[in-house]
């Protein structure tokens, strides 16, 4: 598909060549040690919690300065360490060909290479062993997730490909995020903000309301918990075209969640959270306020909301005073709503009413 | 976004009034009993186990002839009618407007109508009632449920609100089947099949490898158990256009009956499986035969298979000589494979190899 077009795409042939000389570096290293006789060893970034810091001035997860030593030398490391360079061989071949492969298949794949993957779990760490040695993301290296990305509705035009897709007239759906988004460039986008919601229920009601036109918006419905597609997604549109991001989700500790983690990223993926967070990003509601003062339709909190209220307010990422505020105030109210409840007054109230308030345009 | 171009839109508009009419028409019936002093009764079909039938010769689950009556004048029955008749109002209101609104907004819009419902289940199940009152599925009554359908890569153009879009140049996720896939006409096909398979990472594949071009066909991936709006798009695609249709998903008890359902319908869904079920569509694997014809990575089948694997072999869809080879010799094996276990033999042996044995196209 991109075969043909390659002179085009500087950016994605740069970040390509990039990765590929990565890879063949890391196996002249080994190579290079084999030489001079002497024993193999890689140096990689510990991946430990002890090692996993919120960096308060780039406002997300990052990995701190250890290191550890896996060398063909320890009868222990050795198997571990063959498989890094199968996984690298497997990967240099992927990026040379232009193409991905999913973690399950590179998992398949890995029965004919004599020091094969017992479980899935396995090949996932090797995964993330070589993400974080290399300093590329897995998507770098062609291995991909199983599952597409949000989809997106609204003014913007992306080259996925060869052909160019505006997502205002890509179906009633949008444009789905695949897996590959670093591949697609951003051309043109005529919209004045992003605006992401959790569930594809309220994304539809957006886009009927014509919220699009309404606002000068992108909609994005994330499916729940945001793919790493969608975190990179939101991360380049906010970036490289310079649009503030507004994520609106349910209101419950959950909710909460799916927005923090693309604002300041995972601490599970701190070794790419620069390449993930989007620290600018907004968080606008539902909060515990929104239920009061809008009078919503509730659940009570259920034990393990409150549970996970609770780990949330000890979180570096939720120290701000609006954080601390409204977590104590829903463990006061002892409720929680969805976004969906607002059409307790009526299906257009939400794009009427409720986002034009908390976006702050009337 | 529908509003200005109805001319055009025949079809949809032609069942839209039919819908419009249907539920004047149920409200009108009460009215002139009441006018006549009768007391409101309503001949509801039955959707209880009994009256679910497999019919031989459509190849579908249908409902049977028994009806329930519900009356004003049963004290147990009002409450329920009462919902209907609001629920009833709130789709011909839908059905002016042209819009749609989810179950769950339509559970919260309930707060306003004094006979509010306690769960969404209950709900559910008065939006069934109507279904099956009306003759009508829900998707023309504008209720939708929340997820999306399938994405469908390929050429195959569609009318999609103002705009045709070609799903070969919707990105490489594809266009995505939404709930309204009854309101998109299609408008023009180039393919001679359609492929479906049951998962994203397999659909990527298929797209990477141009299996599109390769076949001339449509790929869809399914993402699990099909979508409504899903095997519409199917039924249409096969019925409209005339395309054959071809399931291949993993092969265990959960990747046939994925694919079954899509053939033959539910039990569940019996009311509406004539606008669902593809009896035509066919199954093409993953099987037990292919297990041990291609020499695939397996995992041992759980207590949970062998029980869903047995409820199958009695279950009347599953009557051919094909299907009660294949379970029997699945149980005798004791094993289930995953459709990405072919890439034991390489990332493109899929598309190489075993697509084209399977489809008859070498």
Chains 1, 2 share one sequence.
Request: hydrophobic share 35%.
């Amino acid at each position: 598909m991109t075969g043909e077009s390659t002179h085009e795409h500087t950016h994605k042939e740069q970040r390509r060549q990039y990765t590929f000389n990565k890879l063949k570096a890391f196996g002249q290293e080994i190579i290079e040690d084999i030489e001079k006789n002497k024993v193999p060893t890689l140096k990689i970034p510990s991946r430990g919690t002890g090692n996993i810091v919120y960096d308060e001035d780039k406002r997300y997860y990052i990995l701190g300065d250890r290191y550890g030593r896996r060398s063909l030398g320890n009868v222990k490391q050795i198997r571990k360490l063959g498989q890094m360079v199968y996984v690298a061989n497997f990967c240099k071949d992927l990026v040379q060909r232009d193409k991905t492969a999913t973690i399950r298949e590179m998992y398949y794949i890995s029965e004919g290479w004599g020091i094969e993957f017992n479980t899935q779990q396995e090949s996932n760490i090797v995964g993330e062993d070589l993400e974080v040695a290399l300093g590329a993301t897995r998507e770098d290296l062609g291995l991909m997730p199983e599952e597409d990305g949000a989809s997106v509705y609204g003014d913007i035009t992306l080259l996925d490909g060869d052909y160019e897709i505006n997502a205002a007239r890509a179906g009633k759906s949008g444009y789905t995020i695949s897996p590959t988004i670093d591949q697609v460039e951003l051309l043109d986008c005529g919209a004045d903000f992003l605006l992401a919601v959790e569930t594809m229920g309220m994304f539809h009601r957006l886009v009927q309301e014509k919220a699009h036109e309404r606002y000068n918006c992108l909609i994005v419905g994330l499916k729940g918990q945001a793919a790493r597609a969608t975190r990179r997604f939101i991360k380049r549109v906010n970036e490289e075209l310079g649009l503030p991001v507004y994520i609106c989700n349910d209101g419950d500790p959950w909710g909460f969640h799916i927005a923090q983690v693309i604002i300041s990223g995972s601490a599970k993926l701190a070794h790419v959270n620069h390449d993930l967070a989007t620290p600018d990003a907004k968080f606008i509601g539902v909060t515990a306020s929104d239920i009061q003062n809008y009078d919503l339709p509730t659940d009570p909190l259920k034990d393990i909301d409150v549970l996970r209220l609770k780990e949330l307010s000890k979180d570096p990422r939720y120290q701000t005073d609006f954080w601390q505020t409204e977590i104590k105030k829903m463990l006061k109210l002892g409720k929680k709503a969805e976004q969906q409840s607002f059409s307790k007054y009526g299906l257009e109230y939400v794009v009427d009413t409720y986002f034009p308030e908390k976006l702050g345009l009337n």
